[in-house]
């Protein structure tokens, strides 16, 4: 099973906007752009918010995310789907 470890990673959103997170071991959690609600994504494969295909829901708003690791610039991309 593939992991990504984003422990003190930079997040950002897909625009480059700085995204307040905690990313440790191989999860993130986030508020929603949509509604400030709290987001958990799992960046471990098949997991919620790893894939376009598997995104990682918000309970509030039910807006989907899913993370982008770049393992050379230690950032995390947080994409917003709907």
């Known amino acids: 099973?593939?992991?990504a470890t984003v422990t003190n990673f930079r997040?950002?959103?897909e625009d480059g906007f700085m995204?307040?997170?905690d990313a440790h071991g191989n999860n993130v959690a986030f508020?929603?752009?949509g509604c400030g609600g709290p987001v958990l994504a799992v960046?471990?494969?098949n997991q919620r918010g790893s894939y376009p295909?598997?995104?990682a829901e918000c309970p509030a708003c039910h807006s989907?995310?899913?993370g982008e690791v770049d393992g050379?610039?230690?950032r995390l991309v947080l994409h917003r789907t709907r």
């Open 43 to 45: 960046m471990r494969e």
């Open 64 to 66: 989907l995310y899913w």
């Open 31 to 33: 508020r929603c752009q």
């Open 53 to 55: 295909d598997n995104p």
């Open 19 to 21: 995204v307040l997170c």
């Open 11 to 13: 997040c950002i959103d």
């Open 1 to 3: 099973m593939m992991m």
């Open 72 to 74: 050379t610039n230690n």
